[in-house]
């Protein structure tokens, strides 16, 4: 099943996003590209759903499999290439909070490790990715 979105631009660097649920994030370009760089870029969100996906899949994994985890946060730098732009590398670092065994916390990784969007970019995008306990 596919999900329908939709867009338009509302101004030379801006962008509207349109979830089919109603839900609207607004996009600007970053400085360095023309923009005021006062709110996500498109490049940001897409950087950022990696680590949306690495904390939505670690933890619906912890629930189902039953595994204590309290919240995952996550720290993200996002580096683009000369031109052409494009995103080049992706740094991203996991504090896992609540989980104790050894074993638990190498499954969580593995999990993480397989999120989509990181099976997306991996093979176009350098990630870097660490995990620790909190």
């Known amino acids: 099943m596919g999900v329908l979105m939709r867009g338009r631009s509302t101004g030379v660097t801006t962008t509207e996003l349109i979830h089919y649920s109603g839900s609207i994030i607004r996009t600007m370009a970053p400085k360095d590209n023309g923009g005021d760089g006062s709110t996500f870029s498109p490049t940001d969100l897409c950087a950022v759903s990696l680590g949306a996906c690495g904390c939505t899949i670690m933890s619906m994994f912890a629930a189902n499999h039953g595994i204590p985890l309290q919240g995952i946060e996550f720290e993200l730098s996002?580096?683009?290439?000369?031109?052409?732009?494009?995103?080049?590398?992706?740094?991203?670092?996991?504090?896992?909070?609540?989980?104790?065994?050894?074993?638990?916390?190498?499954?969580?990784?593995?999990?993480?490790?397989?999120?989509?969007?990181?099976?997306?970019?991996?093979?176009?995008?350098?990630?870097?990715?660490?995990?620790?306990?909190?």
């Open 78 to 134: 996002k580096e683009m290439s000369p031109p052409p732009r494009k995103i080049a590398r992706l740094a991203i670092a996991y504090k896992l909070s609540g989980v104790q065994a050894d074993g638990d916390f190498a499954r969580l990784v593995a999990a993480g490790k397989a999120c989509p969007v990181r099976l997306t970019l991996g093979a176009n995008v350098e990630i870097v990715e660490s995990y620790e306990r909190a």
